[in-house]
């Protein structure tokens, strides 16, 4: 479906730019939206900031990370393009009959905090941000799945340090630390210092720690020959790994 903005559709976005930029504007947000609902089966306004260029995945990962007080300071455009955007999106979103699906936005850092996402805070701005749009050819269990996996709580990331390091917070050090928006933290100043590691190497272990244990961390470490992270293992609570370790020793020993 073309989105083509007649005289008087510009007009409801308020927007100081010329119908022609605005008609620019829309053409790179749908293409963006329609690569990403292609890809996914849906589509948020984060995937269409992405796909104009106006959000760098580096700084999206800092947000969600919480080193970023809200989206917006992050976007590479000023309010009022930001603003027509979103507003076109939702507009092509609607026309195209997508369903929208109110997402969960949660901060990867132990206290889980509620992310945001505009400057002003605005509950009607942050709900627009957070809704994603599903396809509608997904049958309804589909976009159910789709929608708890969207909203579930991010992974815990400990990394293993490769040089000297000390907690922003205390002043100590430790085997892990985890990066929070003032710098590297220990795991006794995150709340995780009762964790125990558990390493990488057998799956079965792993798949059974992570459904035992609430609180957890994937464990990594930068691996400088490949230039990427690494994954090591887990963090995870003492008895959910002393209780996984027993089930696999008894199964492995049938």
């Known amino acids: 479906m073309e989105f083509r903005l007649g005289g008087s559709a510009a007009r409801r976005y308020k927007s100081s730019m010329q119908p022609k930029n605005l008609q620019a504007l829309a053409d790179r947000v749908?293409?963006?939206?329609?690569?990403?609902l292609a890809t996914q089966q849906y589509v948020s306004p984060i995937d269409v900031l992405v796909g104009v260029g106006w959000l760098d995945p580096g700084a999206e990962?800092?947000?969600?990370?919480?080193?970023?007080?809200?989206?917006?300071?992050a976007v590479q455009a000023n309010l009022?393009?930001?603003?027509?955007?979103?507003?076109?999106?939702?507009?092509?979103?609607?026309?195209?009959?997508?369903n929208p699906s109110d997402?969960?936005?949660?901060?990867?850092?132990?206290?889980?905090?509620?992310?945001?996402?505009?400057?002003?805070?605005?509950?009607g701005i942050e709900r627009a941000y957070r809704t994603h749009w599903l396809?509608?050819?997904?049958?309804?269990?589909?976009?159910?799945?789709?929608?708890?996996?969207?909203?579930?709580?991010?992974?815990?990331v400990a990394i293993l340090p490769l040089k000297a390091w000390a907690c922003c917070k205390c002043g100590g050090t430790g085997d892990f630390l985890i990066m929070e928006k003032p710098g590297p933290v220990c795991l006794s100043c995150a709340g995780l210092a009762d964790l125990?590691?558990?390493p990488a190497g057998d799956a079965l272990l792993t798949r059974r720690v992570k459904a035992?244990?609430?609180?957890?961390?994937?464990?990594?470490?930068?691996?400088?020959?490949r230039g990427r992270y690494e994954r090591q293992g887990l963090l995870a609570e003492p008895?959910?790994?002393a209780s996984a370790r027993r089930e696999v020793d008894e199964q492995k020993g049938e």
């Open 30 to 36: 749908v293409r963006a939206a329609e690569a990403a």
């Open 61 to 73: 990962k800092r947000w969600r990370l919480g080193q970023i007080d809200c989206l917006e300071r």
């Open 80 to 98: 009022s393009r930001i603003s027509a955007a979103t507003k076109l999106f939702r507009s092509w979103a609607a026309g195209k009959g997508l």
């Open 103 to 123: 997402t969960r936005y949660v901060a990867r850092t132990p206290q889980r905090s509620t992310l945001r996402f505009s400057r002003s805070g605005e509950p």
């Open 135 to 156: 396809s509608p050819a997904l049958s309804l269990e589909k976009r159910e799945r789709l929608a708890e996996k969207a909203s579930a709580e991010p992974e815990l």
């Open 196 to 198: 125990v590691f558990v």
């Open 212 to 225: 035992k244990s609430a609180r957890r961390a994937v464990v990594v470490r930068f691996s400088k020959a």
């Open 239 to 241: 008895q959910a790994a």
